[in-house]
């Protein structure tokens, strides 16, 4: 709901063009906090497994996925690992007028919305 907020708060905001904003939460976490979360949430065990790159990829390919693109995807979550996608600043927050939602609030507003 944040990004589209922040979607929304651009569309319609004078002044945008050439604008880049780096749009992340105030509070990093890690996909293990993340299927911790959902676990809690859904009342169901989830448990993030951290895969060697190649063996993602080729779980990717066996469901379908384009080899190509589970190449690029299993390399993107090497990034992600790196912190490629850490954000730092506070556009979103700054768009949207108020704290981000935290992350927990998130997975329980979409599991109970599922």
């Known amino acids: 709901m944040d ?3 922040a ?3 651009v569309l319609v905001a004078e002044n945008q063009a050439g604008k880049v904003y780096e749009l992340g ?3 990093a976490f890690t ?3 993340l299927a911790r979360e959902i676990s809690a949430a859904a009342n169901k065990p989830v448990v993030y497994q951290d895969l060697p790159a190649s063996d993602y990829a ?3 390919a066996g469901f379908g996925v384009p080899e190509l693109f589970a190449d690029i995807l299993a390399d993107s979550d090497l990034g992600i690992a790196r912190g490629d996608l850490l954000v730092s600043g506070s556009d979103l927050r700054a ?3 108020r704290p981000t939602t935290p992350m927990p609030a998130a997975v329980r507003s ?3 919305a599922a």
């Open 58 to 60: 080729g779980l990717l």
């Open 31 to 33: 996909l293990t906090d």
């Open 110 to 112: 979409a599991v109970a």
């Open 25 to 27: 939460g105030d509070h």
């Open 95 to 97: 768009l949207i007028g």
């Open 7 to 9: 979607a929304a708060a």
């Open 3 to 5: 990004y589209a907020e």
